[in-house]
């Protein structure tokens, strides 16, 4: 009879598969997840902050177009369309995305400018991210991985 030492090395199989599936991320899912925190950090500022990103107020109607509007109506929620309006549109391949509106006017809106036929507007920037806002992204981005490690050394 001998003595010796036994090593196997088939447990490391398990250990090279967790390894590869931590790299498998759900891309998809984690945009899913950012672009829903963006989509309620916008429609919070379009429906109470009415304010850009960074906290300046948007502009007042000018005195004319004011006159246009009735009791309720408020700055670029006047029937809903633009809120209506915003979606994500997540690449296929998981490597990104935009969020944002299709709506014709959606632009000046956000940049400012001249439609055809009406003067120009102030922009009321209604995209875009402030400190806390991207605070709260990387929370969300933080959170959703380590959800993923969780589940792969499970």
Do not use: C
């Not at 090279?16 to 916008?42: H, M, P, Y």
């Not at 300046?56 to 009791?71: G, I």
């Not at 709260?136 to 050394?153: G, K, P, Q, S, Y």
Request: without cysteine; hydrophobic residues 35%.
């Amino acid at each position: 009879m001998s003595t010796a030492l036994k090593f196997d090395l088939s447990s490391i199989d398990r250990l090279a598969d967790r390894i590869n599936d931590l790299g498998r991320l759900n891309k998809i899912g984690l945009l899913d997840s950012v672009f829903s925190e963006i989509d309620t950090q916008t429609r919070r500022r379009l429906r109470t902050e009415k304010a850009s990103p960074d906290g300046v107020p948007w502009a007042a109607w000018s005195e004319e177009y004011a006159k246009t509007r009735r009791a309720g109506q408020s700055k670029l929620m006047s029937e809903g369309n633009l809120d209506d309006s915003l979606a994500p549109f997540i690449y296929l391949d998981g490597s990104g995305g935009e969020f944002g509106s299709n709506l014709p006017y959606a632009a000046i809106q956000q940049f400012g400018g001249a439609e055809v036929g009406k003067p120009g507007l102030p922009a009321r920037e209604y995209l875009g991210f402030s400190g806390e806002n991207l605070d709260d992204i990387e929370a969300v981005v933080d959170n959703f991985l380590e959800d993923h490690v969780e589940r792969v050394l499970q």
